[in-house]
């Protein structure tokens, strides 16, 4: 019944840190974490790679994989281990033990054995999954940057976040969706089984958790910006700019919506737009700054400010929306702009715990059944530098 929603809830499946490395230890930010797209995806070394090192004791091999007679019999050597270790140290910021180390294996050897099931199983990701797949990260992108990124920018933000090439992710990316795809094959009963949380349910969560459901005095605006550099010459230039602006303006809410449209012509010297909702909150005045909460807040609906100094531009706002301070009920709407209300966001919220623990569950449950057997040997020697 929930499958559909579930094609999507299982990208994070490997969230268990079951079939991913990088989720085993609920690491730290990565130094990457400020790229242009977020990929959610590993930096797992495909099978077929060779080791970093090319000295003898990185070629030492620490594992064999193969889960049948019917598949190649897979190799892990020591430098792809010791490679696999040094990034995860380099994600959370500090050295793995023995136990996470091993940990780390035991990962990378859970990824060959699915994928090798999921050959012997026939169950495969066609060229065209996986290109679906790539093309939700290019929307996601689309929506970064507010337009749809070129082939070369598309690489680049690819290489940023993962440090892969365009078609060594793809590949690498083409594992994980078939360790996914595995998993929904040989566990759709028990994915199926997730149940969509009752009326009741949703109430009672609601009546317990009503004093967290309130939405603070919020504004939205509109805004026009004049950039400016770092040279003082720049910024007195946007001034005059900025002031010319305000001038004609004055206080016709009619005139800041005429030059607010010709802020969009590309050769205008200024930006202007919608800029969406202002909660009255702390963590909104890190973000905007204190003089800009102040004057937008000390506006009435349809009003103009006066001119605002920010870190980067000069500003002119116009509040379009005011919205008071309000306990939200169950049908009111959570997230201004949407049509969430708090009943969906509950029922979304109750949904994905429950589809998480399914996961959980269901991932562990295969990985027990991969590793019965003579699936796989470790060579334990081999695993200390």
Known sequence: MYMKRLSVALLCAVVVGLF???????????????????????????????????????????????????????????????????????????????????????????????????????????????????QQLRTGMVQSIGRQPTDAEFAQAIKNETGLELQAFREQFRRQLLVQKYLQFKKQPLLESIKAPTAAEITNTYSLAKAQFVRPETVRFSMIQVPYGADAAAKTRAKELADRLLREIGSNPSKFDEVAARGQSPNSGYQAGDGGYLPKTMDAQQIVGESFMNTAFALRQGQVSPLIEGVRAYQIVKVTETYPMKNLELEDIYQLGTRMTVRDFINGSMLQQRQQAILAQASQELVTELRAGNTFQIDEKNLTW
Do not use: H
């Open 20 to 134: 991913v490395p990088e989720t085993a230890f609920g690491g730290g930010k990565s130094e990457k974490d400020d790229s242009s797209t977020k990929t959610q995806t590993s930096q797992t070394p495909a099978a077929s790679s060779v080791p970093v090192e090319t000295n003898l004791q990185d070629s030492q091999v620490v594992a064999t994989i193969q889960i049948a007679p019917s598949v190649a019999k897979e190799t892990i050597f020591r430098g792809q281990l010791k490679s696999e270790v040094e990034r995860m140290e380099k994600s959370i910021r500090r050295p793995l033990t023995d136990a996470e180390r091993r940990q780390v294996l035991d990962v990378m050897i859970n990824e060959r054995l699915a994928v090798q099931a999921a050959e012997r199983d026939r169950v495969a990701v066609s060229e065209n999954e996986l290109n679906q797949q790539i």
